[in-house]
C-alpha cells in the first residue's frame, strides 16, 4: 500500500481502537523504525503505542521522531554499557531502555540491567512485588537510574533505579481479554489476529490466514510439535523470533545439556525455560550428537525426559523450519515431503511419527510488501502474554461435542489431531464458543496437517502407518467425512509404459512388515561371462544376485543362452525407489532381468517381480504378501509375478489390491521368464 491509503482506517481498525484501546499499534510504523533499529519488536511498539496512538498524520509524524531519537538515547547497545555508566555518572541520573532481571541475595534484592551492563543495581522492593516477571527472567522496562556513592558497599554498587516502567505487559487479564473477543465475529477476529501477525488480511484465502495461524500454534499449546518445510523467504521462523519473547530460534547443532539441562540439575535446559524451541535451517542438525534425537524423541511423545536419577519434563513446543528445494509435485512424485531433513531426522521414522502437524510451507506466498499490512494489529507483547495465558488451558475435548474419529486414526493421530483443534481454539475462540461449522473446519485442518505426516511414512515403505484413510462422524448425522491432503499424487514408480530389456520391478519384506521397493537394472557388455555389481548392492541382496547369477551360469545351454552369455559380462545395479534402505532378497528379478537383457526382450509393463532362489533355482517364498502387494498397487503395479508357494498368503490380501494387481504364479525360474517375457 503507497503512503496514502495508509491513513485510511476501516472499520476493523476503529474497533480494535476503541475495544482495545493502548494495545494495538499501526503495523507499518513498526516496518519503519525497525529498519534502522536492532530493538525487540516489543520495545518498537511499547513505544510506537505510546508515542503514535492517533490518526492525525502529523502527530504521528512528530511520534515517530520521538520514537527514534528515544532509541537514540535511551537504548543501550551491549558493546556500550560502559558509556551508558559513565553517563549517568556524570549527569546524576539518565533514562534507559533495557531487561532488568531481580535475584534475591540474603535479604537484599538486586537488580541485572543487562546491556546496562551491572548486575549489582539497587532496586525498590515495591517494583519486585508489583511486577512478579522481574523475578522469573526479567522483563524489558524503561528505567531511571540514578547515580549515588554507596557508603556500605564502599562505592562498588553507586547505581540505584528511581523508576521501572514495564514495556512488556507486567499483568495480563484472561476474563477481559475473553470477554472482549465477543464482541467481535469470527472473521474480523481472524483477520485482526493476522493483522496482528504483521500481514494484510484481505487479498488473502481463508486457507492461508489459517495456515498462518498453525504457526502461532506452539505458543498457545503445551508440547505441540510442528514441522513446516518450504521454499526461501516465506517467514517461517518470523513467529518464533519476533512475535512472543518466549520463545528461542536455535540456528545450527545443539547439545543434549543446552537442550535438556545438565546433568546435575545445576542449570535448566532449554525447553524448560522457553514455551517454544525453534529450529531453524533444520539441515543443519545433521552435525548434531545422536543423543540429542534420541533425547529429543521420548520429549516429543511425553514432554519429560531422563537427566541423571531423574526424570524431568517440559512444557515447551517444538517447531521445526527447513527450506525445500524442489517443487512440492517433483517431492511427491519422486520422494516424501521430509526428504529436505537432515538424515539423522529423516531415517529416523519413530521421529517423525511424533510430529503433530506439517504445514505445508509452499502454500505459504515469499513475503512481498503488498502481503504486509498498514492497519492496526495487537501490540505483539499483548498478544504473545495472551497466547501463553491460553496454554494453562485445554481444549483437546471439544471435538467430542459434535464429532467423533474415524477408525484408521491410531492413538498417536488422535492426540496430535486434538492438541491441534485445541490450539486453533485457543487462538481464534479464546471463550471457548465455538460453532459446529467452526469447528468442523479447523477440525480438518488438524486431520490434514496429521495425515500429511502419516502419508510421508507410508511412502518410506513401513507397513505399520497403512491406515491413511482419515476421517471423523458427526454425531447428529452419523455421516462420515473423509479429509485428505491437496498434494496427495500417486506416486507411480512402477512404470506402466514399456520398459528397457533387462529393466524388472522388484521388492522385500522385513519382519516387521516395512517394504522395501527396487529398480533391477542389467545391462550387457563384451566380456568373458563375469558379473559386475554395481555399488550400493550389499548384504542379502548382494548374496542373493549371486546364488541367481550361478544357477544362470550352470544352466546357460538349457535356457538357450550359452553363446550370448559366454562373449559378455553383466552389470547389474539396483536403485532403491523409497530410498529407506530396507534389504530385499531379488534373486528371481534379478535372473528375471539376465534373461530380458540377453534376448533383448522386454518384460511386461506394470509387472512386479517378488521371490528369491537358491543355487539350485529352487524358489524361496516371501515373509508375506499383503505388504509388498500394497505398495506395489500404490505405486502403479497391474501385475505381480509370485513364488507358488505363497499362493495360501494370497487368502490374506485385500479384496482391494486383488481388484488393482493380478497375481501371475510360477514354481521355477525359467517359467517365471518365460511367462512376463514379450517375445519379439
Keep these: 500500500m503507497s503512503s496514502g491509503t495508509a491513513l485510511s482506517r476501516d472499520a476493523l481498525d476503529d474497533k480494535v481502537n476503541r475495544l482495545f484501546a493502548g494495545k494495538v499499534v499501526r503495523k507499518d510504523l513498526v516496518r519503519k523504525v525497525k529498519v534502522g533499529a536492532n530493538v525487540p519488536v516489543f520495545v518498537l511498539e511499547f513505544l510506537l503505542g505510546k508515542y503514535c496512538a492517533s490518526s492525525d498524520e502529523v502527530a504521528i509524524q512528530m511520534g ?29 541520573r539518565h533514562t534507559f531502555i533495557d531487561k532488568v532481571k531481580v535475584r534475591l541475595v540474603d535479604s537484599d534484592y538486586w537488580a541485572e540491567v543487562t546491556n546496562f551492563g551491572h548486575k549489582n543495581v539497587h532496586v525498590p522492593e515495591h517494583y519486585v512485588r508489583d511486577f512478579e516477571r522481574l ?40 476474563e477481559d481479554y475473553r470477554r472482549v473477543r465477543n464482541e467481535f465475529t469470527g472473521d474480523e477476529w481472524l483477520d485482526f489476529i493476522v493483522r496482528s501477525m504483521g500481514y494484510e488480511p484481505s487479498n488473502m484465502s481463508r486457507r492461508l490466514k489459517l495456515l498462518l495461524l498453525v504457526r502461532l500454534i506452539p505458543l498457545a499449546e503445551r508440547n505441540y510439535n510442528l514441522v513446516e518445510l518450504g521454499p526461501r523467504g516465506t517467514g517461517k521462523s518470523y513467529v518464533v523470533q519476533e512475535v512472543s519473547p518466549y520463545s528461542a530460534l536455535l540456528t545450527g547443532g545443539t547439545t543434549v545439556p543446552n537442550l535438556f539441562g545438565h546433568m546435575s540439575g545445576r542449570q535448566k535446559g532449554m525447553v524448560q525455560i522457553w514455551d517454544v524451541v525453534g529450529f531453524d535451517e533444520v539441515a543443519d542438525l545433521q552435525k548434531m550428537p545422536k543423543e540429542v534425537i534420541t533425547t529429543m524423541k521420548t520429549y516429543c511423545e511425553s514432554g519429560t525426559f531422563q ?9 515447551a513446543s517444538i517447531a521445526m523450519f527447513g527450506n525445500t528445494n524442489q517443487p512440492v509435485d517433483v517431492m511427491v512424485q519422486t520422494g516424501h515431503l521430509f526428504a529436505p531433513m537432515p538424515d539423522i531426522i529423516r531415517d529416523d521414522m519413530a521421529f517423525i511419527d511424533r510430529m503433530h502437524f506439517y504445514l505445508p510451507g509452499w502454500e505459504i506466498p515469499k513475503m512481498r510488501n503488498d502481503l504486509f499490512t498498514d492497519h492496526y494489529g495487537f501490540v505483539v507483547d499483548y498478544l504473545a502474554e495472551a497466547l501463553r495465558e491460553m496454554r494453562k488451558h485445554n481444549f483437546t475435548e471439544i471435538i467430542d461435542r459434535h464429532f467423533s474419529l474415524g477408525a484408521h486414526l491410531n492413538a498417536r493421530d488422535r492426540k496430535a489431531v486434538r492438541k491441534t483443534v485445541s490450539g486453533l481454539v485457543k487462538i481464534l475462540f479464546p471463550h471457548g464458543e465455538v460453532s459446529r461449522e467452526e469447528l468442523a473446519e479447523i477440525l480438518e485442518l488438524a486431520l490434514e496437517g496429521r495425515r500429511r505426516v502419516k502419508e510421508q511414512l507410508k511412502k518410506m515403505g513401513s507397513f505399520e502407518y497403512y491406515h491413511t484413510s482419515f476421517s471423523y462422524t458427526q454425531q447428529e448425522t452419523g455421516e462420515d467425512k473423509f479429509v485428505g491432503v491437496p498434494e496427495q499424487g500417486g506416486r507411480d514408480l512402477i512404470s506402466t509404459d514399456p520398459l528397457a530389456p533387462g529393466t524388472v520391478y522388484s521388492a522385500g519384506v522385513t519382519s516387521d512388515g516395512a517394504v522395501g521397493l527396487y529398480r533391477v537394472e542389467v545391462s550387457i557388455s563384451s566380456g568373458t561371462g563375469k558379473l559386475k555389481l554395481a555399488g550400493g548392492i ?143
Excluded at 68 to 76: D, R
Excluded at 152 to 172: C, M, T, Y
Design 538 to 680: 550389499a548384504g542379502a541382496m548382494k548374496e542373493s544376485v549371486q546364488r541367481a547369477f550361478s544357477f544362470l551360469q550352470s544352466k546357460k545351454t538349457d535356457l538357450g543362452i550359452a553363446r550370448d552369455l559366454d562373449v559378455s559380462d553383466v552389470h547389474v545395479e539396483v536403485i532403491d525407489l523409497l530410498a529407506n534402505r530396507i534389504g530385499a532378497e531379488v534373486g528371481v528379478a534379478f535372473f528375471v532381468a539376465c534373461y530380458s537383457a540377453l534376448r533383448k526382450a522386454p518384460v511386461s509393463p506394470g509387472l512386479l517381480i517378488l521371490g528369491d532362489m537358491s543355487v539350485q533355482g529352487n524358489i524361496k517364498p516371501l515373509r508375506s504378501l499383503t505388504e509388498p502387494l500394497q505398495v506395489a498397487k500404490d505405486n502403479g503395479a497391474k501385475r505381480a509375478l509370485i513364488p507358488i508357494e505363497n499362493k495360501r498368503n494370497f487368502l490374506d490380501v485385500s479384496a482391494d489390491i486383488m481388484e488393482h494387481v493380478d497375481p501371475i504364479f510360477f514354481g521355477d525360474p525359467k517359467t517365471a521368464a518365460l511367462k512376463v517375457i514379450i517375445a519379439s
Design 135 to 174: 523475578v522469573m527472567g526479567g522483563i524489558w522496562a524503561q528505567v531511571d537510574v540514578r547515580f549515588q556513592y554507596d557508603e556500605e558497599s564502599r562505592g562498588k554498587n553507586p547505581f540505584w533505579i528511581d523508576k521501572l516502567v514495564p514495556i512488556q505487559i507486567a499483568s495480563f487479564n484472561i
Design 307 to 315: 537427566r541423571g536419577q531423574e526424570a524431568v519434563s517440559g512444557d
Design 64 to 92: 515517530l521522531q520521538v520514537v527514534n531519537e528515544t532509541l537514540a538515547n535511551n537504548y543501550i547497545r551491549s558493546d556500550e554499557s560502559m558509556k551508558a555508566q559513565v553517563k549517568v555518572k556524570d549527569s546524576g
